[in-house]
């Protein structure tokens, strides 16, 4: 690895090498960019940052999806000193609301976006009472579609091994947003332990999809790779999810080393991989897969592999990792070569400080984890119980972490920062654990963390949202992630307060669930009616007890008959008439397989997601190309209102 202090001198040393970073958009669609006019665009960039204003030590938001676009701002902050803090787009107001939250949080940053994005969320601004936040940030935009010269360099700065590098706010933190604050030192330390850890060298050739916003992508398929020397290629994700086959495919071409995909990935390539073989890919050249951003799934591990043997992938390629943005991404990495290995465990064993049972495969009660290897160099973990007491092996606890690559905490923080360190300078993660033989078992979350294809999503952020819905309010709903046996990922339930008829739930659970898909772009698979609402002592509201009774099956009867109930509405919903109208539901029907969908029901509704929601457009699109916007789905979310808006604007291009 190159020996660079900070990740200013690691851009000014790699604008020496070969190397180049490629940029895919389809299947031959790639533009490479080597090392040095990345460099180059760097220096550019920032003399127009500087133009404007920004000095060393400023915060700046990237807010845009183009990769090339978003790692030219990146490097330029660095090369100036100033401070970058990536923040997804993302296509629900909930985005938005984020984006403007972190921006007050951050004081006075400074945006780095395109024209359209900018003009939508300052309209949005203006909508939900934040124009004044909304007009500062259109006067501290830097817009890429007026960047035109990039010959003359801005003045770079040397930070410090010790100064912020970037600022990592947590996907899920929307209320109340945390921002990780990792210096250059912490970064490099993280790659440096990860390079010995997993042996990489300058000959790897990684492949990425992750979004660069996402410290998979950012940290692990960038800049570690980066400081390798490696030559890199980035996949958009949007790219993949209307395309996950496209990624084996062009892993082959390159002869891939390195990849990543979280349980989400792996289930929606197969998906779309369906019944078909094994695509006449040649895999044998990948030596991990990275595994990691949510609980890992065994059986989808085994199934993937299974599927994908026919292409020579090995399965010691399946690399199951924990980490978290807190520690620069990398906290324990399995032996390079091995393949994965689970523990079998009983789920009533899995107490606090207690040891933890193993359990016959398949008996009841039983869980499989999946064991996430060592802590790389520069990182210690350690499992402790409830007074902070290490505890031994094979018993379950709080994991915590410290080292070179660990943070030393949130932006502004303070309650938060000593809450989150323990007296002898420990980070607690808040994920639960045990170490066995030496590796890691992550087996659970203390802080009731929904994990949802790859994010992470607090409950009372999902909460505020469904609390908006008629007649609810504070402590009338609590939100958790219900995973029952089988199942590749948390299941996204609500428990409703209601004590009047099922009958008159039905409205409240459908307009539950619309605000949650519009505003937060998930898709919940229950909205469950509760008596009451269990809550500690303390008024805090006790999650997991809604979760183990939903589990329990204790609630399978009102569910049974609210179904029946909705099955009786559609009864009375009209046949879709008319041919447009016919063709849309079509595409709806194929992108949301086992639901009975009528042309007048509201998508948000009926458990839309956010790539549900891509899919349904990217058909659309191939069809009725550039007439329809991915966000009009927001504003016609009928198939009935989207075909009379795409009528009429088919009527008027044919006037």
Same mark, same amino acid.
């Given at each position: 690895?190159?020996?660079?202090?900070?990740?200013?001198?690691?851009?000014?040393?790699?604008?020496?090498?070969?190397?180049?970073? @490629?940029?895919?958009?389809?299947?031959?669609?790639?533009?490479? %960019?080597?090392?040095?006019?990345?460099?180059?665009?760097?220096?550019?960039?920032?003399?127009?940052?500087?133009?404007?204003?920004?000095?060393?030590?400023?915060?700046?938001?990237?807010?845009?999806?183009?990769?090339?676009?978003?790692?030219?701002?990146?490097?330029?902050?660095?090369?100036? *000193?100033?401070?970058?803090?990536?923040?997804?787009?993302?296509?629900?107001?909930?985005?938005?609301?984020?984006?403007?939250?972190?921006?007050?949080?951050?004081?006075?940053?400074?945006?780095?976006?395109?024209?359209?994005?900018?003009?939508?969320?300052?309209?949005?601004?203006?909508?939900?009472?934040?124009?004044?936040?909304?007009?500062?940030?259109?006067?501290?935009?830097?817009?890429?579609?007026?960047?035109?010269?990039?010959?003359?360099? *801005?003045?770079?700065? /040397?930070?410090?091994?010790?100064?912020?590098?970037?600022?990592?706010?947590?996907?899920? !933190?929307?209320?109340?947003?945390?921002?990780?604050?990792?210096?250059?030192?912490?970064?490099?330390?993280?790659?440096?332990?990860?390079?010995?850890?997993?042996?990489?060298?300058?000959?790897?050739?990684?492949?990425?999809?992750?979004?660069?916003?996402?410290?998979? @992508?950012?940290?692990?398929?960038?800049?570690?790779?980066?400081?390798?020397?490696?030559?890199?290629?980035?996949?958009?994700?949007?790219?993949?999810?209307?395309?996950?086959?496209?990624?084996?495919?062009?892993?082959?071409? =390159?002869?891939?080393?390195?990849?990543?995909?979280?349980?989400?990935?792996?289930?929606?390539?197969?998906?779309?991989?369906?019944?078909?073989?094994?695509?006449?890919?040649?895999?044998?050249?990948?030596?991990?897969?990275?595994?990691? &951003?949510?609980?890992?799934?065994?059986?989808?591990?085994?199934?993937?592999?299974?599927?994908?043997?026919?292409?020579?992938?090995?399965?010691?390629?399946?690399?199951?990792?924990?980490?978290?943005?807190?520690?620069?991404?990398?906290?324990?990495?399995?032996?390079?070569?091995?393949?994965?290995?689970?523990?079998?465990?009983?789920?009533?064993?899995?107490?606090?400080?207690?040891?933890?049972?193993?359990?016959?495969?398949?008996?009841?009660?039983?869980?499989?984890?999946?064991?996430?290897?060592?802590?790389?160099?520069?990182?210690?973990?350690?499992?402790?119980?409830?007074?902070?007491?290490?505890?031994?092996?094979?018993?379950?606890?709080?994991?915590?972490?410290?080292?070179?690559?660990?943070?030393?905490?949130?932006?502004?923080?303070?309650? %938060?920062?000593?809450?989150?360190?323990?007296?002898?300078?420990?980070?607690?993660?808040?994920?639960?654990?045990?170490?066995?033989?030496?590796? $890691?078992?992550?087996?659970?979350?203390? =802080?009731?963390?929904?994990?949802?294809?790859?994010?992470?999503?607090?409950?009372?952020?999902?909460?505020?949202?469904?609390?908006? &819905? !008629?007649?609810?309010?504070?402590?009338?709903? &609590?939100?958790?992630?219900?995973?029952?046996? *089988?199942?590749?990922?948390?299941?996204?339930?609500?428990? %409703?307060?209601?004590?009047?008829?099922?009958?008159?739930?039905?409205?409240?659970?459908?307009?539950?669930?619309? #605000?949650?898909?519009?505003? &937060?772009?998930?898709?919940? /698979?229950? %909205?469950?009616?509760?008596?009451?609402?269990?809550?500690?002592?303390? @008024?805090?509201?006790?999650?997991?007890?809604?979760?183990?009774?939903?589990?329990?099956?204790?609630?399978?009867?009102? $569910?049974?008959?609210?179904?029946?109930?909705?099955?009786?509405?559609?009864?009375?919903?009209?046949?879709?008439?008319? *041919?447009?109208?016919?063709?849309?539901?079509?595409?709806?029907?194929?992108?949301?397989?086992?639901?009975?969908?009528?042309?007048?029901?509201?998508?948000?509704?009926?458990?839309? /997601?956010?790539?549900?929601?891509?899919?349904?457009?990217?058909?659309?699109?191939?069809?009725?190309?550039? #007439?329809?916007?991915?966000?009009?789905?927001?504003?016609?979310?009928?198939?009935?209102?989207?075909?009379?808006?795409?009528?009429? =604007?088919?009527?008027?291009?044919?006037?």
């Amino acid at each position: 690895m190159i020996q660079a202090q900070t990740l200013a001198g690691l851009l000014e040393h790699n604008a020496r090498l070969t190397q180049h970073v @490629g940029y895919f958009e389809g299947d031959d669609q790639e533009r490479r %960019v080597s090392y040095a006019d990345l460099h180059r665009r760097a220096l550019g960039i920032l003399r127009h940052l500087q133009d404007m204003g920004a000095a060393r030590g400023d915060r700046l938001i990237l807010f845009l999806n183009n990769n090339e676009a978003f790692m030219d701002g990146f490097w330029a902050g660095m090369a100036g *000193g100033i401070v970058p803090v990536p923040v997804a787009v993302g296509i629900s107001d909930e985005h938005r609301h984020k984006l403007l939250r972190i921006a007050r949080r951050l004081g006075d940053p400074w945006l780095y976006t395109d024209r359209k994005t900018l003009d939508r969320l300052a309209a949005f601004a203006d909508t939900c009472g934040e124009a004044a936040l909304g007009q500062r940030l259109r006067s501290r935009a830097f817009l890429i579609d007026q960047l035109e010269d990039v010959s003359r360099p *801005g003045r770079p700065a /040397s930070p410090r091994p010790e100064d912020p590098a970037f600022i990592q706010f947590s996907s899920g !933190s929307t209320s109340e947003p945390k921002g990780v604050v990792l210096t250059h030192a912490n970064i490099l330390a993280n790659a440096r332990g990860a390079t010995e850890a997993a042996r990489f060298g300058a000959a790897d050739v990684p492949l990425s999809w992750m979004p660069l916003t996402h410290d998979m @992508g950012l940290i692990g398929f960038f800049i570690m790779m980066f400081a390798n020397g490696m030559q890199l290629n980035i996949m958009p994700t949007d790219l993949f999810i209307r395309r996950p086959l496209l990624w084996t495919a062009l892993a082959a071409r =390159k002869k891939a080393t390195l990849l990543s995909s979280p349980n989400f990935g792996f289930r929606h390539y197969l998906k779309v991989l369906g019944d078909r073989p094994a695509p006449a890919d040649d895999l044998s050249s990948v030596r991990y897969i990275f595994n990691g &951003a949510e609980p890992i799934n065994v059986a989808l591990c085994d199934e993937f592999l299974e599927r994908m043997r026919p292409t020579g992938l090995k399965r010691s390629a399946m690399f199951p990792v924990y980490g978290l943005a807190e520690a620069s991404l990398a906290v324990s990495f399995p032996a390079p070569g091995s393949e994965y290995r689970v523990l079998v465990l009983d789920r009533a064993s899995l107490a606090v400080g207690q040891p933890a049972r193993e359990a016959p495969r398949g008996s009841p009660g039983a869980v499989e984890f999946i064991c996430e290897g060592r802590a790389i160099p520069r990182c210690e973990l350690r499992v402790v119980d409830d007074s902070d007491a290490k505890l031994p092996e094979r018993h379950v606890g709080h994991v915590h972490i410290r080292g070179e690559n660990v943070t030393r905490g949130y932006f502004e923080a303070p309650e %938060v920062n000593a809450a989150s360190f323990t007296a002898d300078g420990w980070l607690r993660t808040g994920d639960l654990g045990l170490v066995d033989q030496g590796e $890691l078992v992550i087996t659970g979350r203390a =802080k009731e963390i929904i994990f949802v294809n790859g994010q992470n999503y607090y409950p009372h952020d999902i909460e505020s949202i469904a609390q908006q &819905a !008629s007649g609810l309010e504070l402590g009338k709903v &609590a939100a958790a992630g219900c995973r029952p046996a *089988g199942a590749e990922t948390d299941e996204l339930t609500l428990f %409703v307060l209601h004590r009047g008829s099922l009958e008159d739930f039905v409205p409240v659970a459908a307009e539950v669930t619309r #605000l949650v898909n519009e505003h &937060a772009g998930l898709e919940v /698979s229950h %909205v469950v009616p509760v008596k009451r609402i269990p809550k500690t002592t303390s @008024g805090k509201v006790q999650r997991v007890a809604l979760e183990e009774s939903f589990l329990a099956g204790e609630f399978a009867t009102e $569910l049974a008959e609210l179904a029946r109930l909705r099955e009786a509405v559609h009864a009375h919903a009209h046949d879709p008439a008319g *041919g447009l109208e016919r063709r849309l539901k079509a595409i709806v029907d194929d992108a949301m397989p086992g639901k009975r969908i009528e042309v007048d029901d509201n998508l948000f509704e009926i458990g839309a /997601s956010s790539l549900t929601l891509i899919q349904i457009h990217e058909q659309i699109d191939r069809e009725f190309p550039g #007439l329809v916007d991915l966000t009009e789905l927001f504003d016609y979310p009928t198939v009935a209102q989207l075909s009379r808006h795409l009528q009429s =604007k088919l009527a008027a291009g044919s006037s």
